[in-house]
């Protein structure tokens, strides 16, 4: 247990930052689930508006990817990964229904 004031307030510290860390992953993980599922009904019956729903969640996911990367939640590399995965599977459900 901590003894001193200085350790006392890394504890605190770190406390704060896990919970803000948590939070800013379980959100980026919602947004991905978003996306694909998106890309998914898209896939299944496409249209403008589920063309629109589907760059509408790759956007919100990028930008969360983005701030999560910027305050230290995720590694640099983590987020580049989970942007490349992202791009893949919209171009994957867009791509098709377009040469059709």
Do not use: W
Request: aromatic share 4%.
């Amino acid at each position: 247990m901590a003894n001193n004031k200085s350790s006392k307030k890394r504890i605190e510290i770190a406390e704060r930052n896990r919970l803000r860390n948590r939070s800013y992953k379980s959100a980026l993980r919602t947004l991905m689930k978003r996306c694909f599922t998106a890309c998914s009904a898209y896939s299944q019956q496409p249209g403008d508006a589920a063309k629109d729903a589907v760059q509408a969640s790759l956007s919100a996911a990028f930008s969360k990817i983005d701030k999560a990367v910027k305050v230290g939640a995720v590694h640099r590399n983590t987020g580049a990964h989970q942007k490349s995965r992202l791009s893949a599977a919209v171009k994957q459900a867009i791509e098709p229904a377009a040469k059709a």
